[in-house]
């Protein structure tokens, strides 16, 4: 043991901090060392938490990276895309990437069941009334194999989506279940948007909340194909008269929804080119037309969808132009349910149903989620996928790209990332009072030891051995500053995860609850900073020491 050590530890044995001088100056500098290791140990793991949380919280709802078709803006508003491609499967050899999954977005408007509501007027007296809400979101259809670990740990009450079930399903914030009156297992209209709002019927199977108001209050998971009928994805065709007649006929024509090119028309007597033709009169007969998409190049004619027409007449034959029409020309259609009309003349009545075809909507999605094993190699996984997949047609001649959640939630993660330089400023300011408190501590122990400094030199000391009795004594004291700042920091952190005192507005912050993440990572580096900072600072007020003259600070008291 080197006699610096040995003299250092019997000085801090004898308590001269109990002098009467240094006693408060030594306490305020374990003090301020103390202070500064709580004020940054949970400053790191309040700030790391909430970025961390944050981050779960977005790429929970959104994957951290999506392929969209090329030239999407918005991936709740992007055109559809070929859900089977090969180029996908090359995908899967990729480091770091975890899996791929189809999804599909459609607006869509939630209503409430009428309730009653009580207002309360401003004379006194209450008004009773009948309310039924709406909620404008957006329905996100997912397959079987979505990840639903995170919609999981933040289930309030029942469970995710039953595939197997054949009633339609759904999972909805609680937000939206408060705000339109409805629990689990309660049956919700939804409202597709589309030319005419198309209603449908599910049963709420789930209720998350998340506490991530900015999605909590717009989207709600379904089935992908139920989504997908409500999309108008691909080609779909049905077989349509036409308002206006032609030349005193009835033209029977095709209706083709969505871009479509090299179609041919088989109307019973193969694929051909026309597109429709000419009924002189009407009697009860039905329909067929099946659309093919033709390849001049292949020389292929692929069939892609069917749809029928069945028209019934109250007699047997039904001129053309005795149809009643509107004072533009037009054939005066009553509508008598989905899909159904009546058109009449003033001998007969004419019922018409039309049956589209199940149309390629199937065969499309609005892009694809991919999932990452770890937030490190989302760059990485990111070159792969664009070396893959850009400027590389796929099966629909269609050109793909990949977007980053960092570029898509560019403000949010800016901000994220700012609050980093919080925490430098933090740390530098608690570590600046730190060096000049144990500074000033080691000073006092310098001035009230100045007779032990001049009997050291006088038996032949040297400077640097004195100065590192000091620094020992000083590093004591930082250890104890440590010791004593991180229980407390424990304590307090332990304290916040375990009941979440301190509470956050969702609205402002994301998040109902400061967070909190106890990485030891972190803190071990946060105390050796401090520690190394500290005693780096000191060397320069041992400097002292070297001036001190020993036979000036032998008379010293």
């Known amino acids: 043991m080197s006699f610096e050590i040995f003299i250092s530890r019997r000085l801090i044995q004898n308590k001269l901090q109990g002098i009467k001088v240094s006693k408060p100056i030594v306490r305020i500098s374990v003090l301020s060392i103390a202070l500064a290791i709580v004020v940054n140990v949970v400053t790191v793991a309040i700030v790391t938490g909430f970025q961390h949380e944050v981050r779960n919280k977005i790429t929970g709802f959104n994957a951290p990276l999506f392929i969209s078709k090329k030239g999407t803006k918005q991936i709740f508003e992007g055109d559809a895309v070929l859900k089977d491609q090969k180029a996908l499967k ?18 869509a408007m939630l209503q409430s069941t009428r309730f009653s509501d009580t207002i309360h007027l401003s004379n006194g007296k209450d008004s009773l009334i009948n309310r039924q809400d709406i909620l404008g ?15 999981k740990e933040h289930l309030v009450a029942g469970r995710v989506l039953n595939f197997q079930s054949k009633q339609e399903e759904l999972v909805l914030s609680k937000r939206m279940a408060d705000q339109l009156n409805y629990s ?17 019927k599910y049963k709420v199977v789930g209720i998350y909340q998340t506490g991530l108001e900015e999605y909590d209050q717009k989207l709600v998971f379904c089935r992908l194909p139920e989504v997908q009928k409500m999309n108008d994805f ?25 871009k479509a090119s090299d179609l041919l028309y088989d109307w019973g007597a193969g694929p051909d080119i026309y597109g429709g033709f000419y ?8 329909f067929r037309l099946i659309v093919y998409q033709s390849d001049p190049l292949k020389g292929t004619q692929t069939p892609i969808d069917t749809s029928y027409i069945q028209i019934n007449c109250s007699q047997a034959f039904v001129t053309s132009s005795a149809l009643l029409q509107d004072e533009n020309g037009e054939l005066i259609k009553e509508s008598i349910g989905i899909n159904s009309y009546q058109m009449t003349s003033s001998l007969a009545t004419v019922q018409v149903t039309e049956t589209e075809g199940l149309g390629t909507g199937k065969n499309f999605v609005s892009g694809f989620e991919v999932q990452i094993t770890d937030w490190n190699q989302l760059k990485h996984v990111e070159e792969e996928i664009r070396s893959i997949i850009e400027m590389r047609p796929n099966e629909n001649n269609e050109l793909m790209q990949v977007s980053s959640i960092l570029d898509t939630e560019r403000d949010l993660f800016a901000w994220l990332s700012f609050l980093d330089y919080n925490v430098y400023i933090i740390i530098f300011l608690m570590l600046l009072i730190g060096v000049i408190n144990v500074g000033s501590a080691m000073l006092v122990l310098i001035v ?23 620094l020992y004594q000083a590093a004591h004291l930082i250890g104890r500053g440590l010791l004593y700042g991180n229980s407390v920091a424990f304590v307090l952190c332990f304290i916040q995860m375990k009941f979440a005192v301190l509470k956050l507005d969702p609205l402002v912050y994301y998040l109902d609850k400061v967070p909190v993440e106890m990485n030891p990572m972190s803190w071990f580096l946060v105390n050796l900073v401090t520690f190394v900072v500290c005693m780096i600072s000191l060397i320069v007020p041992s400097y002292v020491v070297t001036k001190i003259s020993p036979t000036k600070a032998i008379r010293f008291n």
Do not use: C, H
């Not at 979101?137 to 919609?151: C, L, R, S």
């Not at 689990?184 to 449908?200: F, W």
């Open 90 to 107: 090359e995908l899967a050899g990729i480091n770091g990437l975890k899996g791929i999954s189809p999804v599909v977005f459609k607006p």
């Open 279 to 286: 009924l002189p009169y009407l009697s009860d007969t039905n």
């Open 137 to 151: 979101v957006v329905m996100k259809g997912v397959i079987q194999a979505y990840d639903w670990t995170f919609i």
């Open 234 to 258: 691909g080609i779909k065709t049905k077989i349509i008269i036409d308002d206006k007649l032609s030349n005193g006929k009835i033209v029977l024509k095709a209706g083709v929804e969505g």
């Open 448 to 470: 009230v030891r100045t007779n032990l400094i001049g009997m050291l030199k006088a038996m032949g000391a040297r400077d640097w051995s004195i100065r590192k009795l000091f």
């Open 184 to 200: 689990l297992n309660d049956t919700i209209s939804v409202y597709y948007v589309k030319n005419q709002p198309v209603l449908r």
